[in-house]
């Protein structure tokens, strides 16, 4: 896959992934070859159940493939313990789900300090919110929260470690349209002024006008993929 | 703080019930080890104390006489330290307030003052002077419930003389820490020990220079078995009549007994509320981690590696059994206090003090992070594997297959929230196993708890329901002519008298030998009778005598078997009798003939010791006050006052002990219901907001969650009798078996009570849940994914 302008910081070759759900095997991935470069805004497409989310979870290194590779800045990953997992999700990555996952105990500012804590170059919890405008709501627990709040909380835990990729999991699926763009303002924001390497998942095709690059995806498979000549700015999407 | 720590903090507070109620198990276990243990420790160091200190003997013998020139015989034997000879001579002392005189000793003082071996131990007053005639120590116990004390006199009967003493102080033995006598512990009202100088001993008894009793310490490292032949050797002359060790000494053998089944409580009592801990952490944990599935998914997609999130979960586990520990070791040291009070009622210590040790602390905070961790380890585990991937997909739904009951085509007779109780307590088996064994645990206690009150009565019942049917005992001073009773028949008011003959003998048979009483019963006796433990009367025979069944045993000797019987109280007289038959007694150990049997045997005419009274009740006080009052009369007793003391005794004791075990049953109950309960509604909850989408009713949805919590309360019942039965078993077995016998009879009220307890329990944690069902969010519950 040419990579162009960036230099690939992620990338998966022919990755295939076969889980039981309770009784039933579900081939979650095909053969499926994608790269992520440096600062590079990805939007992946696609319909439910069509794999997305199984791949970003084996890029983010929640999960193994059943073969094929994985390679962060070269080096391989579908080997890697589960010690050197960890040691990468801590340092490298942050991640971003569509029911936000806060810990319903800890408040916005404590939700942030888990990742702030344990990370070698972290901003401070503070810095974070309001990089994502939550300046004000620190002390809030999430169920004192709205949903686009929280999922603000969410990317503000997931950039706060100042990671080398971002990866989004339908982060404007459960939030109505405009909550859902302030959510894509602060993704964009973060990969402009951080320069994160961000990889957002949908099946809201719109979304896709705001990346550098879109690859559709269908049953366990990657179906095209397209080069936008410019990126949209948020306040030009609609859905 | 870190943050995973405030979450700690926050996980507790939103657990608190749950939490709260294990750690009251956690506590009860480490109360009745911290109790139990301490005071058995405190126990033991006490007796070690007061044995060291007054020189305890090892071994013991009885003789005929020797003169105490011989003790340098005794003292050469290799392997004795040293040698304590004594003159002593058995005593009664008839006392206003008792129906038969006290009994006990009177034992000799050397010269210099100290014995050199089982020394007194003075509480009162002063020893008594050589020289000064009838200056006596007298115990303490004995002293103290009649309200003497130095400068008292004392009347005591001495070889058949009535002699008064001068009580010039009071004093504790280590012989007398346990008050017994050859027919049990009994009250200190009724146990005598006089200690009194040599030269008046000499004289009371007339022998002068000679010594009938040896106490012998024992050198360090040396055989006592060796010891005990060479004495048995060198005193054989003299009459000796078999020395013993430590164990044929009824204080300490009663002493030990009572220890013995302490421990055996310290183990067991303490081990089945651990058990039930692990399991209720288990069960507990099993449910947070399955509802913070999503939560650990995100903390390993955060970099929290898998040993930091199994130390935050054990922490927690961990801070809960702690708030256990920290209960009960308050609540162990409140009970064990208690504890030895009430056993400083029967153990006489100069110093008896409840200490908890270094040592307690270690091994209860050690058992409750154990009882924490084995606890939550499976649970520790599944944080470990959890896929952080998978865990971000909503749970695969539970399998559940057609049951064993469907196919029995059980279920057709079912409704549909039957159903679903019976499909899911088979989906989970062990968890439905442990819950019931939970419940019978409490249930067992509570049966165990409460059956020495039944086996009490039992005796009780026994003992004056069947064999005691006298409404009056009167007691002589001494044997005494037939007509003693004629003068009995003619007091107004008297229906029938049954005349007795008792005297002490020592029976022997082999090695074998205990010093018991001898008992001629009248024929066709009505009023006293010797009966067995199922009611049952046992003839006297024509010829021969029977036994206690565990005297029997003792001596090894069985019906038709020759046993030599030696008259204590006519020195020197021995004869062999024929043992004719058992009789399955339940208190202490005796000997039975008919009367002209003891008269033939004894070659005495025919007198009598005392007599069992019909009376009329209008007139029972008026006939006390008249047969008080003849010549040669010790004691009389109405069966009535006997028996209200008795329940007063056990009545106090009774309620207290019912008080604790309640509780800590309760404990058990309301921890494995609660908790279960509250696991299931979690679990549940979308299942039954559902049901109630649907138009159930909240009394459709709480039946189907009650349910299973009643079923699993109902299956724990009849193994939970069982396992009473058996813990029951248990404590009839570690009583000492020379005095008293406990029936095993449960009584059905105890069933009942224990039943009642667990279901009380029951439906106090099923009415908690309760009002969480009725206020269960239904919006909210079928919002939120999974779980």
Known sequence: MPIDAHSPILSAEGLTKVYRMGEVDVHALRGVDVALGEG??????????????????????????????????????????????????????????????????????????????????????????????????????????????????????????????????????????????????????VNRELGTATAVITHNAPIAAMADRVVTFGDGRVTGERRNERRARVDEVSW | MRSLDRKLWRDLWHLRTQAITISLVVGAAVASYVCVSAACESLHRSRDDYYARERFADVFVMLEAAPRTLATKLASIAGVAQVAVTAEEPVRAPMA?????????????????????????????????????????????????????????????????????????????????????????????????????????????????????????????ASIDAVIASVDRV????????????????????????????????????????????????????????????????????????????QHYLALVLLITSVGAGIGLAAGMWLGEELVALYAKYFRFPVFEFEVTAGHVFVALGASVLAGVLGVLQTLRSVMRL????????????????????????????????????????RRPARLLFSALGIAAAIAILVAGRFSFDAVEALLDVQFGAAERGDVQVQFVAARPTEAIHALEHVPGVWRVEPMRSTPVRVRAGHHARTVVLTGHPEHASLHRVVTAEHRVVPMPWDGVVLTTELGRILGVEPGDDVDLEFIESPGRRTTVRVAGFADELFGLSVHARMAKVEALMGTAPLVTGASLAVDGRMLDEVCERIGAMPGVASVATRRSALALFEEQTGENMRTMTFVIVIFASIIAIGVVYNNARVSLSTRSRELASLRVLGFTRAEISRILLGEIFLQAALGVLPGLAFGRVLAEGIAAGADAESFRFPLVISSETYAFAVLVAAMSTVVSALIVRRRIDHLDLIGVLKTRGG
């Open chain 1, 40 to 189: 590079e805004f990805v939007v992946l497409l696609g319909p439910s159940g069509s794999g997305k989310s199984t791949l970003l979870n084996i890029l983010g290194g929640l999960d193994v493939p059943t073969s094929g590779h994985v390679r962060f800045r070269g080096e391989e990953l579908g080997g890697a313990s589960e010690r050197e997992l960890t040691r990468y999700r801590r340092e490298h990555v942050g991640f971003v789900f569509q029911f936000y996952n806060l810990i319903p105990s800890l408040t916005a500012r404590e939700n942030v300090a888990l990742v702030t804590e344990i990370a070698p170059h972290p901003m401070s919890p503070v810095e974070a919110l309001g990089l994502v405008g939550l300046g004000e709501r620190l002390d809030h627990f999430p169920s004192q929260l709205s949903g686009g709040e929280q999922q603000r909380v969410a990317i503000a835990r997931a950039v706060a470690k100042r990671p080398s990729v971002l990866l989004c999991d339908e982060p404007t699926g459960a939030l109505d349209a405009s909550t859902g763009r302030r959510v894509l303002e602060v993704l964009e924001t």
């Open chain 2, 97 to 221: 307030s008792l129906r038969e005189p006290a009994t006990g000793r009177l034992m000799s003082l050397p010269p210099a003052g100290q014995a050199v071996l089982n020394d007194i131990f003075l509480t009162r007053g002063r020893r008594p002077m050589p020289g000064v005639a009838r200056e006596a120590v007298v115990l303490d116990s004995f002293a103290t419930a009649h309200g003497l004390g130095p400068g008292d006199t004392l009347d005591i009967i001495v070889r058949e003389r009535l002699v008064t003493v001068r009580i010039v102080g009071t004093a504790m033995s280590p012989e007398y820490v346990m008050l017994a006598s050859s027919t049990g512990v009994s009250k200190p009202d009724s146990i005598v020990a006089l200690w009194m100088t040599e030269d008046v001993v000499d004289a009371l008894v007339g022998k002068r220079g000679a010594f009938n009793r040896a106490a012998m310490s024992v050198q360090h490292g």
């Open chain 2, 235 to 310: 005193l054989k002359p003299y009459g000796g009549r078999g020395a013993t060790d430590r164990s044929g000494q009824l204080s300490h053998r009663y002493l030990e007994a009572e220890m013995g089944g302490l421990e055996g409580m310290a183990t067991v009592v303490p081990l089945i509320f651990l058990a039930v801990a692990i399991f209720l952490v288990n069960v507990v944990m099993s449910r947070i981690v399955e509802l913070e599935r999503e939560q650990i998914a995100v903390l390993k997609a955060l970099g929290y590696a898998n040993l930091r999130l199994a």
């Open chain 2, 387 to 426: 896929p952080p991937a998978e865990a971000m997909r909503p749970a695969a739904p539970p399998v559940y297959r057609r049951s064993l009951l469907d196919r029995l085509r059980i279920h057709r007779w079912l409704g549909q929230a039957w159903r679903m109780v019976l499909r899911e307590m088979e």
